[in-house]
């Protein structure tokens, strides 16, 4: 109950809490260890969801003010996970519809011009490995391929295989029944398996990053 | 188990996140269906190559306003259109206390909206009474419009329906006995 109260409190836009009163040195300990606690994990599924830094920047700043706004309404040593990154989820659809221009695009698909369609010359990801298998390409190719998913696919996907979280927990963070966690983290997986078809065969040789 | 259905199943076994029951049925079906096997290493690469990922670590900026949070406050507010602030610099100093301001650009729209409003009427009337010269016979009605038309806050049925008070009676008017208009 007073999770859902804190949860509520958090959730409400940063200007309808009133300004944060002065805290006292304990609440502010309180405050350092959540940030201690969850910030890696909040910048890195921010990060994750939005593939750049900007916007995860934005968006952790911005989970974590609110944290702090509604601190007296946290009890000590209540699990933040589930709300915090539903929060984190939260504000990254409003990142998305404050930003409808922004479209995917897919690279496979060919491009309309007045002088008939052309096609985008996309490197063959298979074809030099020596460069395909160095840490930075993979990441890379990684995020690329989550940012193919949609927002909904994305964020279970982020939650389930990168950050580890059970389905169920999963489900209550993002407030979906525990079904539609699996469908979506089911098609996502073979999304993803497309996009990152050279890296899967690679990693079933034995290949290690 | 169908084929089907065990490939639907395979992502949620990868998790062990199946019933005893189920878990018993797709593994009885992996034993049997090579393509199901396939599929099932596929989503298990798939699935440690995400985990392999290196966790993306907050650069130091982020460290420093997530543990300031008042200060990125501060700035955020002193962000945005220069306007925006404006507007509810000046709402908030009018506006009575312990109204907050959520929305400087949806405030200053309805603001507009009921100025629009208010003075539709006016304008409205303004034009009417114009167009009433030209076309005027009776010299007193000309002379009524063209006043009106010039001055037409002093007309007594605008201003009858501004302030809603149908014994108005208007600076300088001799005031009329009550009834007189029954006559």
Redo the contacts between chains.
């Keep these: 109950m007073s999770e859902t109260l804190a949860a509520m409190a958090i959730m409400a836009?940063?200007?309808?809490v009133?300004?944060?009163p002065a805290y006292t040195a304990e609440e502010l300990a309180r405050y350092?260890g959540i940030?201690q606690r969850y910030?890696?994990h909040v910048?890195?599924i921010a990060?994750?969801m939005t593939g750049n830094?900007a916007d995860?920047?934005d968006l952790?700043?911005e989970a974590?003010?609110r944290v702090?706004?509604a601190l007296r309404r946290v009890q000590p040593g209540a699990p933040l996970e589930s709300w915090l990154y539903r929060i984190v989820s939260n504000l990254y659809i409003d990142l998305l519809r404050r930003r409808p221009k922004v479209r995917v695009e897919s690279l496979d698909a060919p491009i309309d011009t007045p002088r008939g369609e052309l096609t985008r010359e996309l490197p063959d990801a298979a074809a030099n490995p020596e460069v395909v298998f160095e840490?930075e390409h993979?990441?890379g190719a990684?995020q690329q391929a989550l940012g193919v998913l949609s927002p909904d696919l994305r964020m279970v996907?982020v939650l389930?295989?990168?950050e580890?979280f059970?389905?169920e927990e999963i489900a209550a963070m993002l407030r979906v029944p525990l079904g539609t966690v699996?469908?979506r983290?089911?098609r996502a997986?073979q999304v993803?398996?497309v996009r990152?078809r050279p890296?899967?065969?690679a990693?079933?040789r034995g290949w290690?990053? | 188990m169908n084929h089907h259905r065990a490939g639907r199943l395979l992502s949620a076994y990868l998790d062990s996140e199946l019933t005893a029951a189920e878990t018993r049925a797709v593994h009885a079906h992996l034993l049997d269906c090579a393509a199901c096997r396939e599929a099932y290493e596929n989503l298990r690469a798939g699935r440690e190559l995400l985990a392999g990922l290196p966790a993306a670590e907050p650069p130091a900026e982020v460290w420093a306003a997530i543990h300031n949070p008042e200060l990125r406050a501060s700035s955020a507010e002193a962000e945005g259109a220069p306007w925006m602030s404006a507007v509810r610099a000046i709402l908030v100093r009018f506006a009575p206390r312990r109204i907050t301001v959520r929305r400087p650009a949806w405030a200053l729209a309805a603001i507009l909206v009921v100025l629009a409003l208010a003075a539709l009427p006016l304008v409205k009337g303004t034009v009417d009474r114009l167009h009433a010269t030209e076309i005027g016979v009776d010299l007193y009605v000309h002379d009524h419009a063209m006043q009106m038309g010039t001055a037409p806050l002093v007309d007594r049925a605008y201003v009858g329906l501004v302030a809603g008070d149908a014994e108005l009676v208007l600076a300088g008017e001799t005031p009329r006995p009550v009834g007189d208009g029954a006559r």
């Excluded at chain 1, 836009?13 to 309808?16: F, G, K, V």
């Design positions: 836009p940063p200007s309808e009133a300004k944060a350092d940030v910030a890696r910048y890195n990060y994750r830094q995860a920047r952790s700043q974590f003010l702090y706004r840490r993979i990441d990684i996907v389930s295989d990168i580890g059970a389905y699996k469908s983290l089911h997986r993803l398996q990152l890296f899967v065969d990693r079933r290690q990053p």
